[in-house]
């Protein structure tokens, strides 16, 4: 079987359970590490990837292969579930999906997550001084520096041109500097995010 992030196959997983279990292996574990760098909770990051996938599945048949790789995609859709479910924090509406979340998960996924998001609270440190950045600014940064995405691919998933993008980018870097500097916050600054 090919694999499902070629560009045509995507639009399968819509249809063809073998299809999504394929694209589902393949792309768990970045979603994971994507969504743990974001959140905190260990059973709202598992109901999250798993609305990340279920969000892939309605979504796959409008893919677009000429506007990216199934994996830049998917980090589009896995910034919309986590733009979706902070305004459903903000209203209050959070809290049932979290307590149905944690019943689904055993004792093995929940240390499994809990062990991801320890390792990811560097990153969770770093992107709560990203808080403090005007949104577009910030959502080019994560794209770039946290999920490796080129400057050009960052900007098609955010909508906006390359220039754009790259000015967003130095904006960013520039901030998160200042407000970063081991003198004031005793963090050290990551190379990969501050060049």
């Known amino acids: 079987m090919r694999r499902t992030s070629e560009g045509g196959d995507l639009r399968r997983i819509a249809r063809e359970a073998g299809a999504f279990e394929v694209f589902y292996r393949e792309h768990v574990e970045a979603v994971q590490r994507f969504i743990a760098r974001r959140v905190g909770d260990p059973h709202l990051a598992a109901d999250l990837t798993a609305d990340v996938f279920v969000a892939v599945i309605d979504s ?104 754009n993008a790259r000015v967003r980018l130095h904006r960013a870097r520039r901030q998160l500097r200042h407000r970063l500097t081991p003198a004031t916050t005793g963090i050290a600054t990551p190379t990969e995010v501050l060049p």
């Not at 400057?151 to 098609?156: E, H, I, N, T």
Request: aromatic share 4%; proline share 4%; glycine share 8%.
């Open 60 to 163: 796959a048949e409008g893919y677009r292969p000429e506007l990216g790789d199934p994996a830049r995609w998917l980090f589009g859709v896995a910034r919309n579930v986590l733009a979706a479910d902070r305004r459903r924090s903000a209203r209050g509406l959070r809290a049932a999906g979290r307590l149905a979340g944690r019943a689904l998960l055993d004792e093995d996924d929940l240390a499994e997550l809990e062990a991801r998001i320890d390792a990811e609270s560097h990153a969770r440190r770093l992107y709560e001084a990203m808080d403090q950045l005007p949104e577009g600014e910030r959502a080019v940064l994560e794209l770039v520096a946290l999920d490796g995405l080129p400057v050009s691919d960052a900007a098609r998933v955010l909508g906006i041109r390359a220039s």
